[in-house]
């Protein structure tokens, strides 16, 4: 039951984590990039958002291990950050991009795996 609070402590940090780079990204494109956007409040706002996903990843630190928490962490990156641009941004994702998504996760697993 730990070990499953824990993975979904880090999914809601990655979550967190994406969410927070699609909000800045949205106003991004809604202003303009520029000086302009550092005195809009919601983009300042949404600057803050992370921070709340860092606590978590900190949380979930003094809990379990760095290998597997890191490790989670990069497998739900690569999954939820196109999941989100698919949804939000409609960004176009080929069938050889999601194939590319499921080999970077793969391959975090591979290479943080012990013997």
Known sequence: MKT?????LIF????IYSTADLGQR?????YGYGWR?????????????????LALQIFVLSRYEVSKTITLLGIFAV?????????FLKEKMTM?????????A????LVTSKK
Do not use: C, D, E, R
Not at 37 to 53: D, N, Q, V
Not at 96 to 104: K, Q, S, T
Not at 106 to 109: D, E, H, N
């Open 37 to 53: 956007l550092l005195t809009k409040p919601y983009f300042l706002l949404i600057l803050l958002i992370p921070g709340l996903g």
């Open 26 to 30: 949205l106003t991004a494109l809604k």
């Open 12 to 15: 809601l940090a990655q979550l």
């Open 79 to 87: 999954t939820i950050t196109p999941i989100l641009g698919v949804l």
């Open 4 to 8: 499953i609070s824990n993975v979904l």
């Open 96 to 104: 050889l991009n999601w194939l590319g998504v499921l080999f970077a």
């Open 106 to 109: 793969v391959a975090i697993f």
